[in-house]
Structure formats: C-alpha cells, structure tokens
C-alpha cells in the first residue's frame, strides 16, 4: 500500500475538524512537480515515524532530526511550519492508529540556475510533505504497553533480557522477532560535513544495496533474508540497506569484549539514525557500555551478537548472519 500524501502550509486550523478538512482537501490536490528541487536534485532530507495506538513514537528525536538537517543544508524551518507540521502529524496518527508517517521536507524552486540557491532565508523556506500508510501493528501488542507521557512504548523482559540492562521501567523500542541477514557486496558512498550521517533524498547507495539483497532471496529462497549489511569505501561494515546495526564481540581474549554493545562510527557513510541515537541514550542512561568501533571482516567470526534497528521496526535480532557463503549464528531471544 503506497503512502497518502499531503503537502503542508504554514497556518494550521485551530479545530480539529477544520484540520481534518483540509488534510481531506490537500490529499486529493497534492501534486508533484517536476521543476520540484526535491524531484531534481534530491535537495531534501526525510525522516520515517512509527505509529502505535494512533502515538507518534520517538517524536522529540525526529524533531532533533528535522531541526538539524534543515540546519546542515540551509533549508528554513520556521517555528510555525514545526508545530503545524506535528499538529498533522498527530493528527494523521490518531486517523491511522497504527502504522507510518513519513515527513518530506525540501527546498523550494530557486531564482537562481542550476544547482544554485539563494543566500536569503526566505527564499528557502521549507516545503514540507507528510506521508501517512495504515499497517498492522507493528509489534505484537500483547508484549507492549504504551506510557501516554511521552509516546513511547515499554517493552516486555525480552529486550532488556537481550541488552543485558535493567530498563527501571525506561522507555524501550520495539523488538522483533530474529531474522537471517547477509552481507552484501554493495558499498556506501563516503559523505564529508556537513552531509555525513545525514537522511536526505539521496538514497541511490540504499536502492542498489536494496537490489542486491532483493536478487539473493530470488536467488536463494531457502535463507529467507530479511536484511543485508553493507559496506563502507574502506571495507568496514557500516549498517543495513534500511537499519543501523549493532553489535557484541566473544570474550576470547579475555579483554572484556563481551561486556558492551559496538556500533559502527558514521564518519562519512551511512545514517546516524533516530534509533541507533535512542539505543546509544538508553545504554548510556543504563550504564551499559556502548562504544563507537569499525565493524570489520576479521570481526565476523568473533561476533557473539549482532542485531539491526530502525525507528519503525525497532530492534531486529539476526539469528544467523551469512558471509562468503558461511553461515554465523547466533543465540537470541
């Protein structure tokens, strides 16, 4: 099911049923155009919010996400476009109950030729799309409870279990059951500041990876897998085609390895996600080690856990990772 569209202004109806009007009216008008910098040039960022019991989940650290990247690439984002912005989005959650929403924002159509911009911030005054697609649940609702204070779920033992923190009744994410992944070929393109670790339009390194991951399960039904992990320029393994990975190493050296959780640094491939930030926060509230490492091929054999996250699907344990035609398992959950 594809995503219904809305394109946003910056005045937003006081009422309820004056907003559901216009989302009603917009949907049906909202049109792309071609000139559009965002269809151009990718000259945009985005970000994907889960939705449970009509709750936008993570809100304050996809607002952190659209502040800063609107920052990065000089696209203005006025405070009365933010708060209509999650005015609708809220709005469109409670429609949906469960699901996604997806914000699109994008620089407006410049004066100025080519690849240009303007330097005046009035002339790139944010355009902002907001996706809405109805799911499933996206969890099994028997295992979660939602706090109403910050819209956010609480998991049950299974993840804390598999973190090894005591959560202290602290929000955790989704959790998932395990899946087999596989390490692809594909590799990441290296961004420099202010691009690195940025979610803009620019997806291209995702789509091929996407690709080679979609021809292996043709190719190889029998493994059934879900994920791949992909590859920066050097050769390190820097995250999944749609996820950040995590990851713990076996104590063999006696070193301490065991102790903490490693995710690959975003140094200038890959997306410093919404997810991996909320894990890397709840480790640290937790007191569990969680320390920025490369993710090497030498690695692989040492790997005593590794799981991918995302802001919609939360934590997705891997349960057997496949590498140069050799399969690595793994205990979970």
């Known amino acids: 099911m594809a995503f219904d569209w809305v394109c946003l202004n910056e005045t937003a109806p006081e009422n309820t049923s004056s907003l559901l009007s216009m989302l009603s009216t917009l949907s049906t008008s909202a049109k792309l155009d071609p000139n559009?910098?965002?269809?151009?040039?990718?000259?945009?960022?985005?970000?994907?919010?889960?939705?449970?019991?009509?709750?936008?989940?993570?809100?304050?650290?996809?607002?952190?996400?659209?502040?800063?990247?609107?920052?990065?690439?000089h696209i203005t984002l006025t405070d009365g476009q933010d708060a209509t912005l999650w005015q609708h989005a809220q709005t469109l959650a409670r429609q949906i109950e469960h699901g996604i929403i997806k914000v699109i924002v994008t620089r407006p159509i410049q004066a100025v030729r080519g690849y240009g911009f303007s330097t005046e911030p009035t002339d790139n005054k944010a355009q902002i799309w907001l996706g809405s697609k109805p799911t499933d649940p996206l969890v099994d609702l028997d295992d979660f409870s939602l706090n109403n204070s910050c819209n956010n779920l609480y998991n049950n033992a299974k993840l804390a279990d598999y973190l090894g923190i005591n959560t202290d009744n602290n929000p955790l994410p989704l959790m998932q059951p395990a899946i087999t992944a596989v390490c692809l070929d594909a590799r990441l393109s290296s961004h420099s500041p202010p691009l690195a670790g940025l979610k803009t339009l620019n997806r291209l390194d995702n789509v091929l990876a996407s690709?080679?991951?979609?021809?292996?399960?043709?190719?190889?039904?029998?493994?059934?897998?879900?994920?791949?992990?992909?590859?920066?320029?050097?050769?390190?393994?820097?995250?999944?085609?749609?996820?950040n990975v995590f990851y713990r190493l076996q104590d063999d050296l006696g070193e301490?390895?065991?102790?903490?959780?490693?995710?690959?640094p975003i140094v200038s491939a890959g997306v410093a996600g919404v997810m991996r930030s909320v894990l890397m926060n709840t480790c640290k509230q937790a007191k569990l080690p969680c320390v920025e490492r490369p993710l090497t091929d030498a690695d692989l054999p040492n790997l005593q856990a590794l799981f991918f996250c995302?802001?919609?699907?939360?934590?997705?344990p891997v349960k057997t990772l496949t590498f140069s035609d050799e399969n690595i398992g793994f205990d979970v959950v």
Do not use: C
């Not at 960022?45 to 690439?73: C, D, E, N, S």
């Not at 399960?217 to 920066?232: M, N, T």
């Not at 301490?256 to 690959?264: A, D, F, K």
């Open 36 to 73: 559009s910098r965002a269809f151009a040039y990718g000259d945009g960022f985005f970000t994907t919010i889960g939705v449970m019991h009509g709750k936008l989940l993570w809100q304050p650290y996809h607002a952190k996400r659209l502040t800063h990247h609107a920052h990065a690439l």
């Open 211 to 243: 690709g080679e991951l979609n021809a292996k399960r043709h190719a190889q039904p029998e493994q059934h897998f879900s994920e791949g992990l992909v590859r920066d320029l050097a050769g390190n393994w820097v995250e999944g085609t749609m996820s």
């Open 310 to 316: 995302n802001a919609v699907r939360g934590v997705v």
């Open 256 to 264: 301490g390895l065991s102790n903490m959780w490693y995710t690959p």
